[in-house]
T-cell receptor
């Protein structure tokens, strides 16, 4: 079974702190994604990566950065946490077929971040 | 413009009955994929079913089927014989494929529908 793990289930941070959310997948997937989930808004893509050291902005990248130094690990960084970044953060991964298609994403359990 | 629309914030169904969760999408691409995910109260996202835009048959996976109407741009999820364990949030999502390239599997999600199954 594909396993995607996230470093914390719950996290409480103070405004202005630098926050690291870690995600690790064990299936050698090329693609990795970070989403945030807010009530009534569904999941919104923050950043994604299709290879080591490669990253692309998603729909809401402001206030976030990412790092992918190894294929299995994708980190989301909040440079200076703010209260409007209080949310559920979900990491996902998927593999890329030789034809360049990607199918289902496998999700981690999520990190509920509260910024006070 | 919203690319994925789920117009039902909440739905109720009696145990053992069938229920349809609505999803409409907007794309000008010819090649795309449609997904449904289930999110129980525990929070994990569970993949349920996939439909490719070129697939001629509606996708089915056990009690789940996807009613794909391409001309109407709808991809409704049908759950047959509902069970109490089906109570969860359900998300519809779309992958758009870039002509001559790859979308890297990016998904756009709808707002979700909360399904409650009554005994």
């Amino acid at each position: 079974d594909v396993k995607v793990t996230q470093s914390s289930r719950y996290l409480v941070k103070r405004t202005g702190e630098k926050v690291f959310l870690e995600c690790v997948q064990d299936m050698d997937h090329e693609n990795m994604f970070w989403y945030r989930q807010d009530p009534g808004l569904g999941l919104r893509l923050i950043y994604f990566s299709y290879d080591v050291k490669m990253k692309e902005k998603g729909d809401i990248p402001e206030g976030y950065s990412v790092s992918r130094e190894k294929k299995e690990r994708f980190s989301l960084i909040l440079e200076s946490a703010s209260t409007n970044q209080t949310s559920m953060y979900l990491c996902a991964s998927s593999f890329l077929t030789p034809s360049g298609k990607s199918y289902e994403q496998y999700f981690g359990p999520g990190t509920r971040l509260t910024v006070t | 413009a919203q690319k994925i629309t789920q117009t039902q914030p909440g739905m109720f169904v009696q145990e053992k009955e069938a229920v349809t969760l609505d999803c409409t999408y907007d794309t000008s691409d010819q090649s795309y994929g449609l997904f449904w995910y289930k999110q129980p109260s525990s929070g994990e996202m569970i993949f349920l079913i996939y439909q490719g835009s070129y697939d001629e048959q509606n996708a089915t996976e056990g009690r789940y089927s996807l009613n794909f109407q391409k001309a109407r741009k709808s991809a409704n999820l049908v759950i047959s014989a509902s069970q109490l364990g089906d109570s969860a949030m359900y998300f519809c999502a779309m992958r758009e494929d870039i002509a001559g390239g790859t979308s890297y599997g990016k998904l756009t999600f709808g707002q979700g529908t909360i399904l409650t199954v009554h005994p």
